[in-house]
C-alpha cells in the first residue's frame, strides 16, 4: 500500500516520528466510452417504459372467433343502362345494409360499395371471371407446401380457373385483369367478400351474386335471380347474398375421426333461420391454409383435403359442433400443427338433384398420353355415415358414369365393385357438384383372369372326382378279380388329363397376361390367382395315381396265376 509522508513546516514537528497512514483505495474510472453506453442504456429503457402503454392501447386486438360478426364487403357491379343509375345503386348500398342488420342481426356486418373500377369491367363481363388470383396475385419468391394429387374435383368450391392474364370478352385490355391489382388487404380485413352484379336481362334483370370466402380464399358457384322492375333489385340482391352465404367454421381438435369446430360468430347465432346458422343435415369441407411468415397464403397454400367432409353430430355451446371426419383414405386432417398452419371448415352446399360420378382407369404411369378410358359395366354401391349395409345404386354404363340422386342424408360413402373385389371407397354429397371423376384401377384383366382360374378350378375338381371315382372302381374289380374291366377302366383314367397337362394349360395363359401391360396392383393380384391354381393342382392332383393302380393290377394278376394254375 503506498505511505505518504507528512510535510513538514516547524522544528517541532520536524522532531515528531514520522507517521505513515493508509490512503483509501480509489475506484478505477470507467472509461468515457463505457459512461456514455450506460447513459444512452437507461434512457432508451426509460423512453420504452414510458411508451410502452400507448403502444398497448393502438395495438389492435384480434376479434374473437366466435363472439365478433362476420365482416362482410359487398362489391356492386351495375351495368351502363339508364334505370341502373346511381339513385338505383344508393337505394341498393342502403337496402342491403338494412336488411343484414334487421334480418343477419348480430352475427352479420355488412358494408356494401360500389365495384373497384379495376374490377367493375370484369364483373360486368360475368363474375366466373374473377377469381382469387386475380384479386390477390401470389407472393413472389414464398415458397409452396406439396400439394396432394389426389385432390377430387371441387367445381363447387374452387376459385376458378382461368388465367390471371385472361381478358374477358367485351372488356377492353387497359381495363381487364390483365393489370393484376392487389386487394390483399381487403381479402385480409374481411371474412366475407359478396360479388353483385345486376345487368338488363330478355325485358327484365338479372342479378348475379359470388361469395369468396377471404380465408379459405374459395369461391362459390353463382347464384341468379331475374326481376321484371328495377325496383325489386334491392331485395332480390339481398335474397341472392343470403342463398350465396357459407357458413364457416374453424377446427380446433382433430382426432382420427373425431372432430370438433367452432362456428364463425357462433355465440352471436340466436335464431336459427339466421343466414349465419349452420342448417341441420349440411356437411363441411375441411380446407387446410398454409400461411407465410407475414400471415398472408402461401402460393399454393390453400388445400381441399382430398376425398373428405366433415359430417356433423351433435351441438355444443358457443357455436361449437362436435363432428365425424368422413374420408376415403387416411386421415387428411392429421400431422404436425404450427402457428402458420389454419384448418378450417367451410360449408357445401347441395345445390343440385344429383351428381354424375364417373369411374375412369387409372393411368399406368403418369406420362401416359392416352387419357383414361371410361370403365362400363363396374358395380356402384353406397353406405351411409355410422351404417354398415351396403346398398347398390346401379352399373356404370359405356361412359363410365352412374347417377346418384339426392336424398334426405347429405353424405353418402360410394363403392366401386367389379366382381366381388371392391376397388375404390370415397365420400360424395349428392348435389354438390356437377360431375366427379374417379381413377380407379383397371380392374377388367384381373376380372378375365379370374374367370380363366375360376373355370379352371372348377375343371381340376371336376377332374379330381372323376379320378377318385375310378380309382375306387378299379380296385372294386381288383378285389373281385375282373381283371378285364379293371384294365378298361385303367385305359378311361389314361385319357383323363394330367397333371403336366392342366399344368401346361395355366403356364401358357400366364405367359399371355404377362406379356400385356398391367399396373403394379392388377399385376400383383392376377400373380396370386394363378400362384393359388398351382398350389390347388399340386395339392389334389396326384401325378402318380396311373402308376399305383396299374402296379396294384398287375400284382394282383401276378397272385391270381398261381391260384389258377394248382
Given at each position: 500500500m503506498p505511505i505518504r509522508l507528512a510535510n513538514c513546516e516547524s522544528p517541532r514537528q520536524a522532531a515528531r516520528p514520522l507517521r505513515a497512514r493508509p490512503l483509501a483505495p480509489r475506484l478505477p474510472?470507467?472509461?468515457?466510452?463505457?459512461?456514455?453506453?450506460?447513459?444512452?442504456?437507461?434512457?432508451f429503457s426509460l423512453t420504452l417504459l414510458g411508451e410502452a402503454p400507448a403502444q398497448?392501447?393502438?395495438?389492435?386486438?384480434?376479434?374473437?372467433?366466435?363472439?365478433?360478426?362476420?365482416?362482410?364487403?359487398?362489391?356492386?357491379?351495375?351495368?351502363?343502362?339508364p334505370e341502373l343509375n346511381a339513385v338505383l345503386q344508393d337505394r341498393l348500398e342502403r337496402t342491403l345494409q338494412e336488411r343484414a342488420e334487421a334480418i343477419a342481426l348480430a352475427p352479420w356486418s355488412l358494408t356494401a360499395e360500389p365495384a373497384p373500377a379495376a374490377v367493375r369491367g370484369s364483373m360486368l363481363a360475368g363474375l366466373e371471371w374473377l377469381t382469387v388470383e386475380h384479386l390477390a396475385p401470389p407472393r413472389e419468391g414464398s415458397s409452396q407446401p406439396s400439394s396432394s394429387s389426389s385432390a377430387p374435383s371441387t367445381a363447387a368450391l374452387s376459385a376458378g380457373a382461368s388465367p390471371a392474364t385472361a381478358v374477358p370478352p367485351g372488356v377492353a385490355p387497359e381495363n381487364s385483369l390483365a393489370e393484376k391489382p392487389d386487394f390483399t388487404n381487403v381479402l385480409e380485413k374481411n371474412d366475407k367478400l359478396m360479388l353483385l352484379r345486376v345487368a338488363p336481362d330478355r325485358g327484365g334483370y338479372v342479378i348475379d351474386a359470388r361469395e369468396l370466402d377471404c380465408r379459405t380464399r374459395l369461391a362459390s358457384e353463382i347464384v341468379s335471380r331475374r326481376v321484371g322492375h328495377a325496383s325489386l333489385i334491392p331485395q332480390e340482391a339481398f335474397r341472392a347474398i343470403t342463398d350465396v352465404f357459407r357458413p364457416l367454421a374453424r377446427i380446433e381438435a382433430a382426432k382420427g375421426k373425431d372432430v370438433t369446430v367452432r362456428l364463425r360468430a357462433g355465440g352471436l347465432i340466436e335464431d336459427p333461420e339466421s343466414p349465419a346458422y349452420l342448417p341441420d343435415k349440411t356437411v363441411l369441407v375441411?380446407?387446410?391454409?398454409?400461411?407465410?411468415?407475414?400471415?398472408l397464403p402461401r402460393e399454393n397454400g390453400i388445400q381441399i383435403a382430398p376425398w373428405a367432409f366433415i359430417n356433423p353430430q351433435e351441438r355444443l355451446p358457443a357455436g361449437r359442433l362436435q363432428c365425424e371426419l368422413v374420408a376415403g383414405v387416411g386421415t387428411p386432417l392429421g400431422g404436425r400443427s404450427s402457428s402458420r398452419?389454419?384448418?378450417?371448415?367451410?360449408?357445401?352446399?347441395?345445390?343440385?338433384?344429383?351428381?354424375?360420378?364417373?369411374?375412369?382407369?387409372?393411368?399406368?404411369?403418369?406420362?401416359?398420353?392416352?387419357?383414361?378410358?371410361?370403365?362400363?359395366?363396374?358395380?356402384?354401391h353406397e353406405r351411409l355415415p355410422g351404417a354398415e349395409e351396403l346398398t347398390f345404386v346401379g352399373r356404370t354404363d359405356w361412359r363410365g358414369l352412374v347417377e346418384i340422386e339426392k336424398t334426405d342424408h347429405p353424405l353418402r360413402v360410394l363403392y366401386v365393385k367389379n366382381g366381388a373385389r371392391i376397388l375404390a371407397k370415397f365420400p360424395v354429397v349428392p348435389g354438390l357438384e356437377p360431375r366427379v371423376e374417379v381413377n380407379v384401377m383397371n380392374d377388367d384383366r384381373r376380372l378375365e383372369v379370374e374367370g380363366f382360374v375360376l373355370g379352371l378350378q372348377g375343371r381340376i375338381m371336376d377332374l379330381l372326382v372323376a379320378r377318385e371315382v375310378l380309382a375306387l372302381r378299379i380296385r372294386k374289380r381288383i378285389a373281385e378279380k375282373k381283371f378285364a374291366e379293371a384294365a378298361t377302366l385303367m385305359n378311361e383314367l389314361r385319357l383323363l388329363p394330367s397333371r403336366d397337362q392342366v399344368q401346361a394349360e395355366l403356364d401358357q395363359e400366364a405367359a399371355r397376361q404377362r406379356a400385356q401391360p398391367a399396373d403394379r396392383a392388377t399385376r400383383a393380384a392376377i400373380d396370386k390367382l394363378f400362384t393359388d391354381t398351382r398350389e390347388l393342382i399340386n395339392k389334389h392332383l396326384d401325378p402318380t395315381l396311373v402308376q399305383t393302380l396299374a402296379r396294384e393290377l398287375s400284382q394282383a394278376q401276378q397272385a391270381a396265376k398261381p391260384a389258377d394254375a394248382s
Amino acid at each position: 500500500m503506498p505511505i505518504r509522508l507528512a510535510n513538514c513546516e516547524s522544528p517541532r514537528q520536524a522532531a515528531r516520528p514520522l507517521r505513515a497512514r493508509p490512503l483509501a483505495p480509489r475506484l478505477p474510472r470507467a472509461p468515457r466510452n463505457s459512461l456514455s453506453a450506460i447513459c444512452l442504456l437507461v434512457i432508451f429503457s426509460l423512453t420504452l417504459l414510458g411508451e410502452a402503454p400507448a403502444q398497448a392501447q393502438q395495438t389492435p386486438q384480434p376479434p374473437i372467433w366466435h363472439f365478433s360478426p362476420y365482416q362482410i364487403r359487398v362489391w356492386i357491379a351495375l351495368a351502363p343502362a339508364p334505370e341502373l343509375n346511381a339513385v338505383l345503386q344508393d337505394r341498393l348500398e342502403r337496402t342491403l345494409q338494412e336488411r343484414a342488420e334487421a334480418i343477419a342481426l348480430a352475427p352479420w356486418s355488412l358494408t356494401a360499395e360500389p365495384a373497384p373500377a379495376a374490377v367493375r369491367g370484369s364483373m360486368l363481363a360475368g363474375l366466373e371471371w374473377l377469381t382469387v388470383e386475380h384479386l390477390a396475385p401470389p407472393r413472389e419468391g414464398s415458397s409452396q407446401p406439396s400439394s396432394s394429387s389426389s385432390a377430387p374435383s371441387t367445381a363447387a368450391l374452387s376459385a376458378g380457373a382461368s388465367p390471371a392474364t385472361a381478358v374477358p370478352p367485351g372488356v377492353a385490355p387497359e381495363n381487364s385483369l390483365a393489370e393484376k391489382p392487389d386487394f390483399t388487404n381487403v381479402l385480409e380485413k374481411n371474412d366475407k367478400l359478396m360479388l353483385l352484379r345486376v345487368a338488363p336481362d330478355r325485358g327484365g334483370y338479372v342479378i348475379d351474386a359470388r361469395e369468396l370466402d377471404c380465408r379459405t380464399r374459395l369461391a362459390s358457384e353463382i347464384v341468379s335471380r331475374r326481376v321484371g322492375h328495377a325496383s325489386l333489385i334491392p331485395q332480390e340482391a339481398f335474397r341472392a347474398i343470403t342463398d350465396v352465404f357459407r357458413p364457416l367454421a374453424r377446427i380446433e381438435a382433430a382426432k382420427g375421426k373425431d372432430v370438433t369446430v367452432r362456428l364463425r360468430a357462433g355465440g352471436l347465432i340466436e335464431d336459427p333461420e339466421s343466414p349465419a346458422y349452420l342448417p341441420d343435415k349440411t356437411v363441411l369441407v375441411p380446407v387446410v391454409r398454409f400461411n407465410d411468415r407475414y400471415g398472408l397464403p402461401r402460393e399454393n397454400g390453400i388445400q381441399i383435403a382430398p376425398w373428405a367432409f366433415i359430417n356433423p353430430q351433435e351441438r355444443l355451446p358457443a357455436g361449437r359442433l362436435q363432428c365425424e371426419l368422413v374420408a376415403g383414405v387416411g386421415t387428411p386432417l392429421g400431422g404436425r400443427s404450427s402457428s402458420r398452419i389454419e384448418k378450417y371448415g367451410l360449408m357445401a352446399p347441395a345445390r343440385r338433384d344429383k351428381t354424375e360420378v364417373i369411374i375412369r382407369a387409372r393411368p399406368l404411369s403418369r406420362n401416359d398420353p392416352e387419357p383414361p378410358e371410361p370403365l362400363a359395366g363396374y358395380e356402384v354401391h353406397e353406405r351411409l355415415p355410422g351404417a354398415e349395409e351396403l346398398t347398390f345404386v346401379g352399373r356404370t354404363d359405356w361412359r363410365g358414369l352412374v347417377e346418384i340422386e339426392k336424398t334426405d342424408h347429405p353424405l353418402r360413402v360410394l363403392y366401386v365393385k367389379n366382381g366381388a373385389r371392391i376397388l375404390a371407397k370415397f365420400p360424395v354429397v349428392p348435389g354438390l357438384e356437377p360431375r366427379v371423376e374417379v381413377n380407379v384401377m383397371n380392374d377388367d384383366r384381373r376380372l378375365e383372369v379370374e374367370g380363366f382360374v375360376l373355370g379352371l378350378q372348377g375343371r381340376i375338381m371336376d377332374l379330381l372326382v372323376a379320378r377318385e371315382v375310378l380309382a375306387l372302381r378299379i380296385r372294386k374289380r381288383i378285389a373281385e378279380k375282373k381283371f378285364a374291366e379293371a384294365a378298361t377302366l385303367m385305359n378311361e383314367l389314361r385319357l383323363l388329363p394330367s397333371r403336366d397337362q392342366v399344368q401346361a394349360e395355366l403356364d401358357q395363359e400366364a405367359a399371355r397376361q404377362r406379356a400385356q401391360p398391367a399396373d403394379r396392383a392388377t399385376r400383383a393380384a392376377i400373380d396370386k390367382l394363378f400362384t393359388d391354381t398351382r398350389e390347388l393342382i399340386n395339392k389334389h392332383l396326384d401325378p402318380t395315381l396311373v402308376q399305383t393302380l396299374a402296379r396294384e393290377l398287375s400284382q394282383a394278376q401276378q397272385a391270381a396265376k398261381p391260384a389258377d394254375a394248382s
